[in-house]
């Protein structure tokens, strides 16, 4: 099975602009960059323009932070001493 690749890791492969991807999903610049960085969660239609835009399946991109998302005890300073 082919790894996954990020949106980013795909333009980069295939040698697409974001002002290509723009053209051809009708997204906004900003949209499709928060997407590339993994800032932004994608709708089930957004994945598919994407993924039509790249010929490339959406389930062959990797989409979300590219970190973990790291979790912390307690309920924040607001509400006293956490354990």
């Known amino acids: 099975m082919e790894r996954l690749k990020t949106l980013a ?15 051809q999903t009708g997204l906004e610049r900003r949209v499709i960059e928060a997407i590339a960085s993994g800032r932004y969660t994608t709708s089930p239609k957004q994945r598919e323009r994407l993924g039509n835009a790249l010929d490339v399946d959406p389930s062959m991109i990797q989409w979300g932070a590219p970190l973990g998302v790291d979790h912390m005890y307690g309920h924040g300073p607001q509400f006293g001493r956490s354990p």
């Open 9 to 23: 890791e795909w333009l980069q492969e295939l040698e697409i602009s974001t002002d290509d991807l723009v053209k």
